[in-house]
């Protein structure tokens, strides 16, 4: 299937988009026009006398875009900059939304700009931590207790259905923000 849809691009003109890889974009000039609706070269007056269709993911199988984006349109309003540096020595600083943070584990979970997409950052190699630690929730910053993996455990199992035990209540007790 790939090689006759590569010899149909071929013979028709059409390409792969540079931004997103979907097929049957078209060149011309200096302009290029992508039939994916979520592209950058998107353009609906180009696409007219075509029929509405699924954008293939990089699967092959074609999907619905869900109907709540995953990024917001615009950029938070409380924004913080995360000073990293990673695995290659390389600096690189994040602006961040504030209301985003959390913590797992070793790593602080965070949606970054410009496209807002969450990452994370390993606590190891954030720069201004003293900063950002402060702007997380009480219960996941550097100085807050933290319950074992055991504790978590039972934490976990009685949450989930609903149940009580002397233990759990016990665990309860030392960690009541958990």
């Known amino acids: 299937m790939g090689f006759l849809k590569s010899l149909i691009?071929?013979?028709?003109?059409?390409?792969?988009?540079?931004?997103?890889?979907?097929?049957g974009a078209r060149k011309s000039?200096?302009?290029?026009?992508?039939?994916?609706?979520?592209?950058?070269?998107?353009?609906?007056?180009?696409?007219?006398?075509?029929?509405?269709?699924?954008?293939?993911?990089?699967?092959?199988?074609?999907?619905?875009?869900?109907?709540?984006?995953?990024?917001?349109?615009?950029?938070?309003?409380?924004?913080?900059?995360?000073?990293?540096?990673n695995s290659q020595g390389q600096g690189k600083s994040f602006t961040a939304d504030k209301s985003s943070l959390r913590r797992?584990?070793?790593?602080i979970l965070v949606r970054v700009g410009p496209s807002w997409k969450q990452i994370a950052l390993s606590r190891d190699r954030i720069g201004n931590l003293s900063e950002v630690d402060l702007l997380l929730p009480e219960r996941d910053r550097s100085d807050a207790p933290q319950p074992t993996a055991r504790e978590r455990q039972v934490l976990g199992y009685h949450k989930k259905y609903g149940t009580t035990s002397p233990l759990y209540e016990k665990i309860r007790a030392k960690y009541p923000n958990w």
């Open 104 to 107: 797992r584990h070793n790593h």
């Open 29 to 85: 000039g200096n302009e290029i026009a992508c039939l994916n609706p979520l592209c950058q070269y998107f353009d609906p007056a180009k696409r007219a006398g075509t029929s509405p269709s699924v954008p293939e993911t990089r699967s092959g199988v074609g999907q619905q875009p869900s109907s709540t984006p995953s990024v917001p349109a615009s950029a938070p309003s409380e924004t913080v900059s995360i000073s990293y540096r």
């Open 9 to 23: 691009n071929t013979f028709s003109g059409g390409m792969n988009c540079p931004a997103c890889g979907m097929p």
